[in-house]
Structure formats: structure tokens, C-alpha cells
């Protein structure tokens, strides 16, 4: 079962359907711009290796007086310190990709103007080490970033490997006519600006993610006498104790039921996959759809199989609800929930449920 993600306000889920099946409770969602600034680094890593090919090359030997010999330990000295930089990239960037992309694109400008001013051999490989060092981090956390896509995933990778690629294949071009305007360490301080680009990229999307968090609701501990189980699978005890939420302050989490026949109020202690589960089990499915109304509010139906809507009777209130936000009718019985925030889903509070169950009920 693949987590559930956020849709753009007031339509359909841009991210199509979502099939449930179980997850492991550390499963990461990560939003598609997250990937800008990171992906502009990688492309940026894969121009500077590629920029030493051909006249560039040339160039650089006879302007430094090396034996051609050295063209092997320039690109050693680049793919060597890339290939151990993209474990770690891969690694810490599950964790923490704004961070190792910032440190992939401080290092790769770093490098670039290592290997631009170099006045020699020694200071040149230095500058291709560093420089490939920080491309093996910005490949690494890019990688895994893609993986964290979720459904998504099918798009996106051909889309970031289309943008490497692409600085792959414009790396000797630049290097040739810029090289032969005004010399072979200028394609090289093109790092510069693309790397402020990128860092500022970046830096925006590491705050989004920030003030995303710091809205994000309490979790409270749930009541040990509450208890549920999806047919779907029964919820981890990580999810209940980790994330579940309980009666605060006299409030109880709840879900709301709405089929043809009416809308029922169920109490619930799980938020995140253990709640998509829940969700799943109230439908009787595991194709299930997750479409965000405004910010609030997530509406959760079946589908006879991802991507077609499941035949059945119209359900007028839960039309209701969606045609209001700008999505379409919806056959059959949903489930109405709070937020879907940082990629885990919430239940809605007694008194927002309350107010919504009333509105439906007319």
C-alpha cells in the first residue's frame, strides 16, 4: 500500500489514485518541488564532469603543460570521490535531503572555482575531487528523493533522469564554445550562478517543508482501551503510540461515513497509515482515492481499480461536499477525514465533525 498524498486545493489530486496495500510506518512521502533544487544540482554535477570532454580538455592541457596522461586522473578524481559521496548522499539524504543537497551544491561550486583558478595540476585534481564529491551527494539524495515519489514516481523519473541527461549532453558543447570565446575556466564559473540558482531553490522548498511541519497538529497519546483493527491489516503498535489521537480536553478523532443511505460518525485513535487502513476497512476496499478539499478537509472513496471510478449508486452528499472544492461526483460510500499534512493523513476533531455531519445530513 502506497501512502496517501496530498492533492492541490480545491481539485483532484493531481498525484492520481492511490492503491492501499501495508506500509511500513517509517514509509517517507515527500513532495514533488522538493526535488527542484536538488535535481538542478544533480544536472549540475553531471555538466561538470562532462565539460572536460573533448577540445575542453585540450585546452587545459596545453594551457597547464600536462602529459596527456592526466586526462585519466581527472576524471578519477571526479568519479572516484562521486561514487563514495552517493552512498552517503542516498543514505543521509532519506533523512535529510535539504541539508546534503545544500552541502552537494556548496561543495560543487567550491570545486568549480578550485578547478577555475587552479594554477596547477595538484590544485586542479583537488578541485575536480571536491567538486565530484559534491555531485555524488546532489546523484545520491536526488535517487532517493525519486524513490520517496510514491505514486508519483512514474513521471518524475524520467523527468529528473531527462534533466541530467540533458547537462550530460551540454556539458562538451558549453565547454567547446565557451572555452574557444574566453577560455577553458569559464564553463567551469558557469558553476557559480546555476548553483545559486539551485541553493536558492533549495533553501524555499527546506522552509515550505519547515513551516509545513511547525503547522502540523499534536499527536497525543491514544487511550491503551481503545482499540481497532482494518480488515486491511491491524495497526502497528508504533502507529497507535506514536501517532495516534486520543480524547483531549473531552474531544474524541473521528471519521465521517457518508453513504446513500446517511452519514455516521465513527471515533478513531489512528492518524497516518493505520488511519489509511481504517479507511480502507470502512470502504471495503484496498483501491482507495484521497482527493484534498481546501486545506481542512480529505475525501476518501473506492475505486474498482486505480484510475476508474467504481460503479455503483451516486452518493449526493458526498457529491455535495466535493463538487464545493471542484472535484467530481463520487459513486458509491467515502469517508470524510481532517488534513493530509507532510504526507499522513489526520481524522477531523469531534466538534469539526459534528459540524460537517449536520451540514450533510441537510
Known amino acids: 500500500m502506497t501512502a496517501p498524498s496530498p492533492s492541490t486545493a480545491n481539485q483532484v489530486s493531481p498525484y492520481g489514485s492511490r492503491s492501499v496495500v501495508p506500509a511500513d510506518q517509517s514509509h517517507i512521502l515527500r513532495p514533488v518541488w522538493l526535488l527542484i ?150 564553463p567551469f564559473l558557469l558553476a557559480v550562478p546555476f548553483g545559486a540558482v539551485a541553493m536558492l531553490a533549495t533553501v524555499v522548498s527546506g522552509i515550505v517543508v519547515l513551516i509545513q511541519r511547525a503547522s502540523r497538529p499534536a499527536q497525543p497519546q491514544a487511550p491503551s482501551s481503545q482499540t481497532a483493527t482494518a480488515s486491511t491489516g491491524g495497526p502497528s503498535d508504533a502507529g497507535i503510540a506514536d501517532a495516534g489521537i486520543a480524547q483531549e480536553r473531552g474531544k474524541t478523532a473521528e471519521l465521517l461515513l457518508v453513504t446513500v443511505g446517511g452519514v455516521q460518525r465513527v471515533t478513531t485513535p489512528f492518524v497516518g497509515m493505520d488511519l489509511v487502513r481504517e479507511v480502507a476497512r470502512l470502504l471495503g476496499s484496498e483501491n482507495i482515492r484521497s482527493t484534498r478539499l481546501g486545506t481542512d478537509l480529505t475525501l476518501w472513496h473506492a475505486e474498482d481499480r486505480p484510475g476508474r471510478a467504481q460503479p455503483g449508486q451516486p452518493n449526493p452528499a458526498a457529491s455535495l461536499l466535493a463538487t464545493e472544492h471542484g472535484s467530481p461526483s463520487v459513486t458509491g460510500p467515502a469517508v470524510v477525514t481532517g488534513p493530509i499534512l507532510h504526507g499522513s493523513p489526520y481524522p477531523l476533531d469531534a466538534d469539526e465533525a459534528d459540524r460537517i455531519a449536520s451540514r450533510l445530513r441537510g
Request: glycine share 14%; no cysteine.
Open 37 to 186: 533544487g536538488p535535481t538542478l544540482a544533480a544536472s549540475l554535477g553531471a555538466f561538470l564532469l562532462a565539460v572536460t570532454v573533448g577540445p575542453q580538455w585540450v585546452a587545459m592541457q596545453r594551457d597547464m603543460h600536462l602529459p596527456t596522461s592526466a586526462v585519466l586522473w581527472i576524471f578519477v578524481a571526479y568519479l572516484l570521490p562521486a561514487v563514495l559521496a552517493g552512498a552517503v548522499g542516498a543514505l543521509a539524504g532519506r533523512r535529510w535531503p535539504t541539508a546534503v543537497a545544500l552541502s552537494a551544491i556548496a561543495l560543487l561550486v567550491t570545486g568549480s572555482l578550485l578547478t577555475s583558478l587552479a594554477p596547477g595540476d595538484a590544485l586542479l585534481l583537488l578541485g575536480r575531487a571536491v567538486t565530484g564529491f559534491g555531485a555524488g551527494l546532489a546523484w545520491g539524495v536526488t535517487a532517493i528523493l525519486v524513490t520517496q515519489m510514491g505514486a508519483r514516481r512514474g513521471w518524475v523519473t524520467p523527468l529528473v533522469a531527462g534533466v541530467v541527461l540533458l547537462a550530460l549532453g551540454l556539458g562538451p558543447v558549453a565547454g567547446v564554445l565557451v572555452g574557444r570565446a574566453v577560455g577553458w575556466r569559464w
